[in-house]
C-alpha cells in the first residue's frame, strides 16, 4: 500500500524558505547601509536587463512574443521593487531626521530651562548681595 506524506512534511521546505526570506528582508529594510547597497545592486541589475533588451538580445525577444513579455515583465517588476525600496529609504529617512529633531528640541529646551534658572539664581544673588 503506498503512503500519503502528511501536508507538514511537504509544506515545512517551503515554509522555511518562506521564512528565512521575510527574515532575510527584514534585516536588509531595516539595515540602512543594507538597504542602500540592495538598492544599488537592483539598480545596476536592472538597468543592465533593460540595455541588454534592447541592444543584445532586441531582435531574438521581437522574434518570440512569450520571452518578450516574460523578460521584459521581469525588468518591470525590477523597476517596481527599486521604486518601491527607494520610497521606502525616503520615508525611512524622513522618520529618523523628525526623530532627530525631537530630540534635539528636547535638549536645547533643557538648556533653555538650566539657563533661566541660572540667570534667576545669579540675579537673586546680585540682589542680595546689593541690599
Not at 500500500?1 to 532575510?24: C, D, H
Not at 544599488?40 to 512574443?65: N, R, S, Y
Not at 527599486?82 to 529646551?109: F, I, P, S, T, W
Request: net charge positive; proline share 2%.
Amino acid at each position: 500500500m503506498a503512503r500519503v506524506k502528511e501536508s507538514n512534511e511537504i509544506k515545512t521546505p517551503v515554509s522555511r524558505r518562506a521564512a528565512i526570506g521575510l527574515a532575510f528582508g527584514t534585516v536588509v529594510v531595516r539595515n540602512q547601509r543594507l538597504r542602500r547597497n540592495a538598492l544599488f545592486g537592483l539598480t545596476l541589475l536592472t538597468l543592465l536587463l533593460v540595455f541588454g533588451g534592447a541592444v543584445i538580445l532586441g531582435d531574438g525577444l521581437m522574434k518570440k512574443p512569450v520571452a518578450f513579455v516574460i523578460f521584459w515583465g521581469i525588468c518591470f517588476l525590477l523597476v517596481g521593487l527599486v521604486l518601491l525600496l527607494a520610497l521606502y529609504d525616503l520615508l525611512a529617512v524622513r522618520k529618523e531626521h523628525r526623530q532627530r529633531l525631537r530630540e534635539l528640541d528636547r535638549k536645547v529646551a533643557e538648556a533653555a530651562e538650566l539657563a533661566k534658572r541660572e540667570l534667576a539664581k545669579k540675579t537673586e544673588e546680585e540682589r542680595l548681595s546689593g541690599e
